[in-house]
Every structure is written in C-alpha cells, then in structure tokens.
DNA sequence: AGGTTATTGATAATGATTGTCAAATAGAGC
DNA sequence: GCTCTATTTGACAATCATTATCAATAACCT
C-alpha cells in the first residue's frame, strides 16, 4: 500500500508550487535550498510514482534531461515548444490520442505511449531571426519542414 | 571548413541505409559489426552534425537516449517502436500531419517539426512476457497508456 | 609534394539516473 | 498509546549515454 510521507508531500506541492517544467536535479536542489534534507533518490523515485498516477507530466529535455511539470488538469496533453526560446505550449489533442491508441491497436502493439510534440519558431524568436538567418531560414522554410525536420 | 572523410560518408550512408531511428550506440556498434573500425567518438560528433545541418533528425527516446534518422528521403513518416525487441513499423500519418501543421500554425509557430512516434510492446514481445509480468502488465494495462507514458 | 589545420579515436571525465541495502517509519491491529 | 511489519528512505555505488581531452592522422589548398 502507498504511504504518505512527508517527502511525498513535499515534492508535491513544491513541484506544483514551481508551476512549470523543472528537472529531478533542480527540484532536488530547490527542496535542500528550502531546507529539507530530503534525498535525491527519493526525488527521482517520486517523480517517477507522480508521473506513473498521472499527477505529473514528463518530457525529455533536447538534451536528454527528464523534466517534470505538476499535472494539475489530470488531462494528457501535449506540447508545442520553441526550440529556441524554450517557450512552451500546451496543446491537447483527442484526435491524436485516438489516432495513437488504434495504429498501435491495427498493429498488435500493447501497452501503447506515443511521443508527439512539435518543435519550431515562435513568432516572437522567428521575428527576431529573420533578419540574421536567412540562409538558414531559405534552407528551412516552413513548406520544408516536413521533410526535413519533422519527425 | 568542412571535410569529407570516409568516417562521415560512412555514417551518413549507413543512417540512410537503416531508414529509421537509430541511437548512437546502435549505430556505431553497427558500422562495427560491419567491419568498420570508426570510434564512437566520431559517430556522436557526425550525427549531431548532420542534426545540426539538417540532414538527419533527433528525438528523446522515453528512456532518454538520443536518436537519429536520416531525413533525405523525401517520404516522411512516423513509426511505431517496440520497446523490447527494436522492432519497428513505419507508418503514415496524413491526419497527424495536418493536425500539426494546424496547431503550430494557430499558435503563431513557424517552421514546425514535430515529434511523433509510438512506443509499446509488439505483439509477440508481449506474448512472450505476460507469463512473468502480470502485476506490471495489470498496473499499465492499455487504458493506463495516455497517463503513464505519453508525452 | 608540403604545410596547415580540421578530424579522428582511445580514453578519461561528466552528469543524470537507477540499484543496493541497512535504518527509519507509517499505518494497521491490539 | 504501543507493537509489529512491510514500505519507504537515503547515502553511496553502479550504470549508461554523452562529451571533453589531446596526440596522431589525414584532407585540402597552393
């Protein structure tokens, strides 16, 4: 049976405290910072028991860190991030989850988890790289996109 | 400037010939198997390389690791992964990709990429394991999918 | 051909994450 | 309130992918 713990709780609330993405390491820095003698690995085996009941929301950083967002909704949802600013999107998406749910369905496939999230500009970074980028943005355009960099 | 060298021919050709994602390990564990006696070093510079000009895509496997897949191929499509054996089904997905060029568009998101591809136990890996995983297999029965693993 | 300099590769270093296991403790029952 | 026991914790070791180091190599310009 799960038994509550203060250093459930902590992590927690301070993970919905933060509001937004923060990874095991930051959240573990933030609760000593705070005070709490907590332990590392309580934080990642934590993180990982919310994110496993749907209280938290996990992604893969760009460069391979696990980030943690409290799941206040309790909706699965997806996201939509600058890949140059960071600034992130929610974005829900019921067909997609339908769409994910019957290929795995049509190909066998159990216990299904699918990845969708979409990279790109957002207006603000793309307004301030036009005037630089235009090598790089002749080479990316946006009719381009799919074939190159979509995934 | 830039240089050609068999160690970069090498990887490209053989990310082309793989056709779908691939880590870094796998990869040069591959060209070794082929008899290649190119470092890993070199295989991790050249695929962020051809990330970073384009000619190849990356994503976060859920486990964290960094894959990659060759992107000349003009087709674009999404895949289905088995998280056990490797095995993977190409699939396509003209739905997903309107869906995506859609929400990227109402949220002032230009040259948009996305990230899409499913994750799950093949049919036959999951035969092969339901003997010994039953509590694992009941705590993340199919229908537990969208909250546990999905991002 | 010769010289410059980017590239390579063996290995060490890094950094996130997970495994280990004895000690602490939450919660059930008395 | 007190005991008992299974769960949880935490310090530390182990693992794994990835990156840095740096001497040796090899591409490309002239």
Redesign the interface.
């Known amino acids: 049976m799960k038994r509550n713990t203060w250093q459930r709780e902590s992590v927690r609330d301070s993970l919905a405290g933060i509001g937004g993405f923060i990874s095991a390491q930051a959240l573990h820095a933030a609760l000593r910072a705070g005070g709490s003698p907590i332990g590392l690995a309580t934080v990642y085996r934590t993180l990982a028991d919310l994110?496993?009941?749907?209280e938290a929301?996990?992604?893969?950083?760009?460069d391979?860190e696990?980030l943690y967002r409290a799941c206040s909704s309790g909706e699965?949802h997806?996201?939509?991030i600058?890949r140059h600013c960071g600034r992130t999107?929610e974005?829900g998406?019921a067909?997609?989850?339908s769409?994910?749910?019957r290929?795995?369905a049509e190909?066998?496939?159990?216990?299904?988890?699918?990845?969708?999230?979409?990279?790109?500009?957002?207006?603000q970074c793309?307004d301030e790289a036009s005037g630089v980028e235009d090598a790089s943005?002749a080479?990316?355009?946006?009719g381009a996109?799919?074939?190159?960099?979509?995934?």
């Open positions: 994110a496993a009941i749907g929301d996990s992604l893969q950083s760009p391979g696990a699965h997806h996201h939509l600058c999107v974005i998406a067909e997609v989850e769409w994910a749910q290929v795995a190909n066998g496939f159990v216990d299904a988890a699918h990845v969708v999230d979409i990279f790109g500009w957002c207006a793309a943005s080479r990316r355009a946006p996109a799919d074939a190159t960099g979509a995934v």
